[in-house]
């Protein structure tokens, strides 16, 4: 009876990760209809509302240029975060001295709020594209250095001596034993980071440049428009899981090949 | 290149370890003196936590933080291979690459490698990565890695740790099959009475505690013998006293 049973069970219909995806995010769109439906409301507008001024925006070009600015943003900042961060980190990680010094450096420029390098960096630098990207970066450097210091601090030492013993030189040592160790820590805090920087970018351009999607929602608040801050945050969000999706994603599937 | 051509000499007068978290210093070695004969099998047997392994990383170069000399003569740096007791393969490296990596790029032994790894059995396994493969399999690959240099001097800690005993009873004869296809001089770290009769040319036993030099013997078993259950444990009575 039992081995009857279990049998179909096997056969049934699987509904895949994309299936499952695409579920639940029309039952998210739904219950937005629905309680935009409710509250009848021009500050909490449906989804087809916010989809016709994300069309409308498109075709004039606008959401276009304004993702674009933002993007090399976030490229240019996260390029110098991960840099920076990275180097800090294994430093510190390697020379427990420095380490011991540093310290409590890091914590304080862990600690210090995004608003106050960013208010501080248009003041000191100018409203200048310089300063946007410093503000950033700053801002995301400490979580890259804490991360890349304990990748650092959990180096084999076991195979560390192997390659010692078998001649493998710095590069190769480099190349084959430290940095795929090192990949994870740096993978985490890339994709940690990504996340964060998204966010902060925002701000840097609500504050003080004249483009890219956090100026457009700074001008869309000053109207009370939300349908236009719904669009553009519909869109960023887009534009944020493609990469995360076409980019991403694959570089870490590829990168834990070996894992068992 | 050319096998050892003259006795090497090891002299470890004293090595200790620094007091570390709430640990003393204490001293691992001390008067530890021999010289290995090219060519020979030199077990090295004690008991757990006597010093073995740091004695070998001493050997290997790659802990300088003692009293005395390891010194190669005319040999100067030799070609050293290094078994350890666990595989340390590169997990993120497949089966292949593990053993072509501790090959100088360009090197014409490259050309050597599916051969031995057919010779231990791992022909299907060469694309596989390390964590998807037994231990077993892994020591092998350890074994393979170490033997593609085709190593002057080879050292070993232990290599045969925690396997099966037919499985461990087959790296070992493969061990000597590849140790005997050119002259190797081969110093093997162990705590297996048997294991060491069946390898050694020599034994050498250090004492526990501070551990030196306890016992230093030779092994007269041709190979035939070795492969004798009786004559090994024979030998293995008259040089440990027990069966």
């Known amino acids: 009876m039992l081995k009857a049973v279990s049998a179909p069970t096997q056969q049934r219909f699987k509904l895949g990760r994309v299936g499952w995806s695409l579920i639940s995010l029309l039952a998210l769109v739904a219950l937005w209809e629905i309680a935009a439906l409710i509250a009848r409301s021009r500050y909490l507008p449906g989804p087809w509302a916010v989809v016709e001024v994300m069309i409308r925006e498109a075709e004039a070009g606008e959401l276009w240029t304004n993702i674009a600015a933002t993007l090399i943003r976030v490229a240019f900042s996260f390029v110098i975060a991960m840099f920076i961060g990275s180097a800090i980190g294994l430093a510190l990680g390697k020379f427990k001295g420095a380490d011991l010094f540093f310290d409590s450096w890091l914590i304080f420029f862990l600690n210090l709020p995004a608003l106050v390098i960013i208010v501080l960096c248009y003041i000191w630098f100018g409203l200048t594209e310089v300063a946007a990207i410093t503000a950033v970066a700053v801002n995301k450097i400490p979580n890259v250095a804490v991360t890349m210091r304990e990748g650092a601090r959990n180096l084999s030492k076991d195979l560390e001596e192997m390659a010692c013993v078998y001649r493998f030189g710095r590069w190769k040592t480099l190349r084959h034993v430290t940095l795929p160790q090192l990949a994870p820590f740096f993978a985490a805090s890339a994709r940690s980071g990504l996340a964060l920087v998204w966010k902060i970018v925002l701000v840097v351009e609500a504050f003080g440049r004249s483009n890219g999607v956090g100026h457009q929602l700074n001008i869309a608040f000053q109207l009370f428009d939300v349908p236009m801050i719904l669009a553009y945050a519909l869109a960023f969000v887009i534009v944020v899981q493609i990469i995360e999706m076409a980019i991403v994603q694959p570089l870490l599937a590829r990168a834990n090949i070996w894992r068992r | ?243």
């Open chain 2, 1 to 243: 290149m050319a096998p050892l051509t003259q006795p090497l000499s090891i002299r470890i007068d004293k090595k200790s370890f620094p007091a570390v978290g709430g640990r003393e210093q204490h001293l691992v070695l001390k008067g530890i003196a021999f010289d290995v004969e090219p060519g020979s099998f030199v077990v090295i047997t004690g008991p757990s936590g006597c010093g073995k392994s740091t004695m070998l990383n001493i050997i290997a170069g790659l802990d300088e933080d003692y009293e005395g000399a390891i010194d190669f003569g005319v040999d100067g740096n030799p070609r050293v291979a290094y078994v350890f007791q666990t595989p340390r393969l590169l997990p993120w490296r497949t089966v292949y690459e593990n053993v072509a990596l501790v090959l100088p790029d360009g090197d014409s032994r490259i050309a050597n490698i599916p051969e031995l790894l057919q010779r231990v059995g791992l022909s299907s396994e060469a694309a596989a990565y390390p964590e998807m493969i037994s231990l077993g399999m892994q020591r092998r690959v350890a074994l393979a890695r170490a033997f593609v240099l085709e190593p002057e001097f080879l050292l070993m800690d232990e290599p045969f740790v925690s396997l099966d005993d037919p499985t461990a009873q087959a790296l070992r004869e493969l061990l000597v099959a590849l140790c005997s296809r050119r002259p190797t001089t081969v110093l093997f770290v162990t705590h297996d009475r048997a294991e060491s009769v069946m390898l050694a040319t020599r034994i050498l036993r250090l004492s526990e505690g501070s551990a030196s030099i306890a016992q230093d013997v030779a092994v007269p078993l041709s190979v035939a013998d070795r492969s004798s259950r009786a004559k090994v444990l024979a030998e293995q009575h008259r040089i440990f006293g027990d069966g």
